[in-house]
């Protein structure tokens, strides 16, 4: 009787902790599920694909407007402090609607010193300055063109650890010698979230 007891707790405890590993491997697979699902629903932007060119294409219904930064109104950019790539896309016209001459078409990132409490009195612009993956107050070339339109992907990573603040960032783009016009978003530091 005793041998039995013993035997039926053993078989009770191996089956206990296969129950527990059964349930951890659960619970660890729902857990990446749940965070694959939320990480993909974030919009990233490391390329500019046909779907973002057409919605800044949209964009440009004002034939006065002759660079479209890709985001709302408040042109307010938020990125996670986790080191995560992400970024903005944007697009810039010819003046005249001429085709764009890829090598003549240069864009330059600049960033707004001015503002008070902004990312660079918090952190020194050096530090700011490697949150982005371009070259700043250099010409660029833009990624890709369809017409009289250029567009290209600013790609910005923030380390994970970063204090939150917001810093402006300007665009100015210039074909050939003729300059065309500035635009701006606003890099929004944000908390990293749980996932």
Do not use: H
């Not at 990312?119 to 660029?140: A, M, S």
Request: proline fraction near 1%; charge should be neutral; glycine fraction near 8%.
């Amino acid at each position: 009787m005793e041998k039995r007891n013993k035997k039926g707790a053993m078989e009770m405890s191996i089956g206990t902790i296969v129950i527990i590993v059964i349930a951890m491997s659960m619970l660890i697979l729902g857990l990446v599920l749940v965070r694959t699902i939320f990480k993909g629903a974030t919009e990233s932007i490391t390329e500019i694909d046909s779907k973002v060119k057409g919605e800044i294409k949209n964009l440009f219904v004002d034939e006065n407007t002759k660079i479209i930064v890709k985001l709302g109104s408040d042109k307010d950019f938020r990125i996670r402090a986790d080191a995560t790539l992400s970024g903005v896309g944007f697009g810039a016209k010819t003046i005249d609607g001429s085709i764009v001459d890829i090598k003549e078409m240069k864009y330059k990132l600049s960033l707004d010193a001015n503002s008070r409490e902004n990312c660079i009195t918090l952190l020194k612009e050096r530090t700011v300055v490697q949150f982005f993956k371009q070259n700043l107050n250099t010409n660029l070339q833009f990624d890709q063109v369809d017409g009289d339109t250029a567009f290209a992907a600013i790609q910005i990573s923030v380390p994970e650890g970063t204090p939150l603040c917001t810093q402006k960032v300007f665009i100015d783009v210039w074909d050939g010698e003729t300059y065309i016009g500035r635009d701006f978003f606003i890099v929004d530091v944000i908390r990293k979230g749980f996932f």
